[in-house]
């Protein structure tokens, strides 16, 4: 089995839909955009043109295909650059009820989809 796989506390689903970051390490009102690669109740993995530093807490803004957001805190957990495009993996921390509900749902129909 995948050692990767092996340490994951989630399923991860594939789903690539725009994401908006927002938080710490950027002014008041502004914000980075990028791309999901895939999501899990607990995180998610991130494709953007922009460098944000492992540790850095922001809030993500997930526009989900039946254009529902969600926005969940998360922190960065790791990062890697390939020809200057930059992946994050992110740990959700901050999930209200609701939000949870709704990746939830989505999670499940990706997962039928396979």
Known sequence: MDK??????????????????????????????????????KGIRLETVDELSVGTKFIFEIFLPNKKCIKPKGKIVWSKVVENIYYYGVEFYGVNIFDKIRLAKHIRILGKAE
């Open 4 to 41: 990767i796989a092996e340490k994951r506390r989630a399923q991860r689903k594939i789903i690539i839909v725009p994401v908006k970051i927002r938080g710490d390490g950027l002014a008041k009102n502004e914000f980075c955009s990028g791309l999901s690669k895939d999501i899990s109740m």
